[in-house]
């Protein structure tokens, strides 16, 4: 009989006592961590389904919590309040990737790229080429809580805000640091704010959240 299987004996009134199993050694797993060149790749050979969303964080491939109606509505909110009141000061970026590092190419709901004279022909814009990303969070706010104030910290993104359209508030995440960021600040309807790289641009909360 082989050490590692269980060894039945008979015990009094008959009864199996089955004795201890000799440990099995732990095997270590060796996770790959993909970067975002091997992530584009994919998508261009066709691996990443078309109308998939996901995204690169961490070196993982993550899946991104699908779009309902509220969601789609407060992004165009935002996106057209963005483009009105900005003109051309800045590239408002709707749904698309920023480059973070070798291994995080996440794809928030807004950003705000700083104009650049060669208009990002052949890459996407870089963390210090973000003046302020934002994300829509209905079902994924723990998520935008917890894992993209860590990502957008590290990378030193100065100004990430999370429509909470649950709470009905706005929050806004500045000074970051390695594990995420030092301040935030609540905003709802009534209360105006504004992007840290446009102090002069007032925005009503309830502009974005929109009306009950």
């Not at 779009?67 to 935002?78: D, E, M, S, T």
């Not at 996106?79 to 749904?95: D, F, G, N, P, Y």
């Not at 705000?112 to 080429?129: F, H």
Request: hydrophobic fraction near 40%.
């Amino acid at each position: 009989m082989s050490p590692r299987q269980v060894q039945k004996t008979r015990g009094k009134r008959g009864l199996m006592i089955a004795e201890p199993v000799e440990q099995v050694e732990t095997v270590e797993v060796i996770r790959h961590r993909f970067t975002v060149a091997e992530f584009l790749r994919m998508a261009e050979v066709g691996l990443l389904a078309e109308d998939g969303r996901v995204e690169l964080l961490w070196g993982d491939i993550v899946k991104m919590s699908p779009i309902n109606v509220p969601h789609a509505l407060c992004v165009n909110r935002l996106t057209m309040l963005l483009a009105t009141k900005l003109a051309e000061r800045t590239i408002v970026s709707v749904q698309n990737p920023i480059q973070l590092d070798e291994y995080a190419l996440p794809q928030p709901d807004i950003a705000l790229w700083k104009p650049t004279p060669n208009e990002y022909r052949d890459r996407l814009a870089w963390p210090t080429e973000v003046l302020l990303v934002v994300e829509v969070a209905d079902s994924s706010i723990r998520h935008d809580r917890k894992a993209k104030t860590k990502l957008y910290g590290a990378a030193g993104i100065v100004d990430y805000w999370i429509v909470n359209l649950q709470a009905r508030q706005i929050e806004i995440y500045r000074e970051p640091r390695p594990n995420g960021y030092r301040t935030v600040t609540y905003y709802t309807p009534g209360e105006k704010l504004s992007p840290l790289a446009f102090p002069e641009i007032q925005i009503d909360a309830v502009e974005i959240l929109g009306a009950e």
